[in-house]
């Protein structure tokens, strides 16, 4: 029979990620507090935007550090796969809020072309180099970890948006250092805001897709059904859903037909294997019996059937 215990599902944040979060708050928490000052003091509109966007940041990283310790709570009967969704949520707010800093920061790059605002050069140049550094060890810390979590990349993504903003603040310090034209700055700042645009709705369109349970990009509908067919004895398959539970869990549910149920251990392990070469690691198939010369119908309420769960360990 079936396993009908709760599914063991590997995935979501790793401690270790968590410990590299704390330290990327503290020293994030630290500089938004020097580009803050440094922004206000030399009248540098990319420092202050910087400084907003890091403010975002300890509210971000905050927020991952929370749902990552919620995450990693056990499934009960309430909650059968857990809390591993609190990360794509978390992730989903973190690009929601990337998207509305970009947006003010177009806006105030945008009036401050309009009305020229003095800056102070030298002041920005060493705050931003400051600023740059301090991103730079912060991104060196949370580099590997975000490949495998939703909501660490959040955060790595806030982070890398700190370290161009840092750069930009640096080369707008340096040309007006030299030239005394103040444009550069606000004009900077908008290329910054455009680059944090764009991450951020790669970041909004991926965490969307988990929570309406697409088809993850990495799988094709077809190739899982050319597999499955492929499986010795099944002749039929039909009812096929794949989606993401989390950051590195996808989990897929079917219908096998075939011939007879008395080799269903076989065909089962035999799809687990199909589906585990292309990275779905928690699979549900039901059997049902037939030749699979006729259409199988979607209700297969009145035919004898199996269900069975496969979960690799």
Not at 131 to 152: D, F, I, K
């Amino acid at each position: 029979m079936g396993d009908c215990s709760h599914a063991s599902i590997a995935g979501g944040p790793a401690r270790g990620a968590s410990r590299r979060l704390r330290y990327v708050l503290a020293l994030t928490t630290a500089f938004m507090l020097v580009e803050a000052a440094g922004g206000w003091l030399s009248g540098s509109l990319a420092l202050l935007a910087d400084a907003g966007h890091m403010l975002t940041d300890v509210g971000a990283l905050g927020l991952s550090l929370l749902t990552a310790s919620i995450a990693r709570r056990p499934a009960d009967d309430r909650k059968t796969y857990g809390y591993l969704r609190w990360e794509i949520l978390a992730a989903l707010v973190n690009g929601a809020a990337l998207i509305v800093i970009a947006g003010w920061v177009v806006y105030e790059a945008v009036h401050r072309l309009g009305q020229p605002h003095p800056v102070a050069g030298g002041l920005l140049l060493g705050v931003a180099a400051a600023g740059a550094l301090a991103n730079a060890v912060a991104l060196r810390l949370l580099h590997g970890a975000h490949e495998h979590s939703l909501n660490t990349r959040g955060a790595y993504l806030h982070v890398m948006a700190d370290l161009l903003g840092s750069v930009a603040a640096v080369g707008a310090g340096v040309v007006i250092l030299l030239t005394g034209w103040t444009p550069i700055d606000p004009i900077l700042s908008v290329l910054l805001a455009l680059l944090i645009l764009a991450g951020a709705w790669r970041l909004v369109r991926e965490s969307t897709d988990i929570l309406l349970e697409a088809v993850p990009r990495t799988v094709s509908m077809p190739d899982v059904q050319e597999r499955m067919l492929a499986v010795d004895g099944v002749r039929a398959v039909h009812d096929l859903h794949v989606w993401t539970v989390t950051s590195g869990v996808i989990a897929m549910s079917g219908h096998a037909v075939v011939p007879a149920l008395g080799d269903h251990p076989a065909v089962l392990d035999g799809i687990r294997r199909a589906m585990g070469t292309l990275g779905i690691g928690h699979v549900t198939i039901q059997l049902e019996v037939g030749d699979g010369c006729e259409p199988v119908e979607t209700d297969a309420s009145h035919a004898p059937s199996h269900a069975g769960h496969s979960h690799p360990h």
